[in-house]
């Protein structure tokens, strides 16, 4: 069975992202956006929600081709396009690079990509998508990198659940500004 994780930056009040969807609070420094390119690289298959795809698909497939772009943007961009994606979504027709679109019941669909052989973990993102894979019982892991940052409001990363989820810590990682990657298991 593959391994589902679920990883995002996080404010130390527990928000993925600001009310508006600002990010900026999560700018990453060059260890830490490394650590992201890395975790790229290793996934089998990524899984998104519309919001983080819509996101992510608008700048992420020809970053790599703009004059400014960084040498690690570059092998970021590169990483991402040639990553397996699933998209869940019921208003988008169509998705490209590298996806294909789900548009029918998602917990059935990530059941079933869990039972499937493969290389790499199943890395699930979008809150509203990981709350609802939380909610079922089905991420395996937790990956949260913490800013030093309160942002007061916006969209959690934990959602509520009916029952208590035992974890434990796997491993610790400190990246420069104050961050922190702490990792999860779900006790099983």
Do not use: C
Not at 4 to 29: E, I
Not at 66 to 74: E, L, R, S
């Amino acid at each position: 069975m593959r391994t589902l994780t679920y990883a995002m930056n996080l404010s130390l009040d527990g928000y993925v992202a600001a009310p508006d969807g600002d990010l900026t609070w999560s700018t990453p420094s060059d260890e830490l956006f490394q650590f992201w390119s890395d975790r790229v690289g290793e996934t089998g298959q990524a899984l998104y929600g519309r919001r983080l795809w819509e996101g992510m698909s608008s700048h992420w497939p020809t970053a790599d081709q703009q004059p400014d772009a960084a040498p690690a943007h570059v092998e970021f961009s590169r990483r991402w396009r040639e990553m397996p994606k699933v998209v869940f979504s019921s208003t988008l027709d169509s998705v490209g690079w590298n996806a294909r679109l789900v548009t029918g019941d998602a917990m059935t669909e990530i059941r079933r990509l869990k039972e499937e052989d493969g290389d790499g973990h199943l890395d699930i993102g979008g809150a509203s998508l990981a709350a609802a894979a939380m909610r079922a019982g089905l991420i395996d892991e937790y990956t949260i990198v913490t800013h030093p940052v309160l942002i007061g409001s916006g969209t959690p990363f934990f959602t509520a659940l009916e029952r208590w989820v035992g974890l434990d810590l796997v491993e610790t990682r400190a990246f420069p500004d104050g961050v922190l990657m702490t990792r999860y298991e779900t006790r099983r």
